[in-house]
């Protein structure tokens, strides 16, 4: 039974939220600024301290920036920062300290500090259905993540995953797939 705390925040969350499904779990801590950009599916956790920031490129109402599906996970410490498209497809794990951001700050002006140059180089992130990222994953902007793929720790997606893979490093580099032929992962050489 989750506390009366918990159930009155997910209670608040689902009402400013632009969808918000039932059985969802909100921690407390969690925060998510402008919500209304927001899309929450069905039974879907969101544990303390994670930050939703949406700064919607476009202001259009009743347009979800960031779309969450069903079942997803998301771990202690998350931080999601969107600006033009995030969608997390269902049954997606998201351990903790996970940062998934779709635009990056201008850097070229080097007589203006880089935190206050403009937000620039937006472009849509996609987690496919049934993908796990592991602890401290970095997911950059324009990449997509193929479904029932493992991103290990720690982490750095900068270009495009396969479905069915494993992927590690920095720069995530995929090291197995799964081969339907022979029905098992093989080892990418």
Same mark, same amino acid.
């Given at each position: 039974?989750?506390?009366? %705390?918990?159930?009155?925040?997910?209670?608040?969350?689902?009402? !400013?939220?632009?969808?918000?499904? %039932?059985?969802? #779990?909100?921690?407390?801590?969690?925060?998510? #600024?402008?919500? =209304?950009?927001?899309?929450?599916? @069905? $039974?879907? +956790?969101?544990?303390?301290?994670?930050?939703?920031? &949406?700064?919607? %490129?476009?202001? /259009? $109402?009743? !347009?979800?920036?960031? $779309?969450?599906?069903?079942?997803?996970?998301?771990?202690? !410490?998350?931080?999601?920062?969107?600006?033009?498209?995030?969608?997390?497809? @269902?049954? +997606?794990?998201?351990?903790?300290?996970?940062?998934?951001? @779709?635009?990056?700050?201008?850097? =070229? @002006?080097?007589?203006?500090? /880089? $935190?206050?140059?403009?937000?620039?180089?937006?472009?849509?992130?996609?987690?496919?259905?049934?993908? +796990?990222?592991?602890?401290?994953?970095? #997911?950059?902007?324009? &990449?997509?993540?193929?479904?029932?793929?493992?991103?290990?720790?720690?982490? #750095?997606?900068? %270009?495009?995953?396969?479905?069915?893979?494993?992927?590690?490093?920095?720069?995530?580099?995929?090291?197995? +797939?799964?081969?339907? =032929?022979?029905?098992?992962?093989?080892?990418?050489?």
């Amino acid at each position: 039974m989750r506390s009366p %705390k918990v159930l009155l925040n997910a209670f608040l969350l689902g009402i !400013r939220c632009s969808e918000f499904g %039932k059985g969802n #779990v909100v921690d407390m801590g969690v925060m998510i #600024v402008h919500p =209304e950009y927001v899309s929450i599916g @069905d $039974k879907v +956790v969101i544990h303390k301290d994670t930050l939703i920031h &949406v700064a919607a %490129k476009e202001k /259009i $109402k009743g !347009r979800p920036i960031v $779309k969450i599906g069903n079942r997803v996970h998301l771990g202690f !410490r998350c931080w999601i920062a969107a600006r033009l498209d995030i969608t997390i497809e @269902d049954d +997606v794990g998201i351990a903790s300290n996970v940062t998934i951001q @779709d635009y990056i700050h201008s850097y =070229e @002006d080097v007589t203006r500090p /880089i $935190k206050d140059q403009p937000l620039t180089g937006e472009a849509p992130i996609r987690i496919g259905r049934g993908t +796990v990222l592991g602890a401290n994953v970095i #997911v950059l902007p324009g &990449v997509t993540v193929g479904e029932h793929c493992m991103i290990g720790g720690n982490s #750095v997606i900068a %270009k495009d995953i396969p479905p069915y893979s494993v992927a590690v490093g920095n720069p995530a580099r995929v090291v197995k +797939v799964y081969d339907r =032929e022979l029905g098992k992962w093989t080892r990418v050489e």
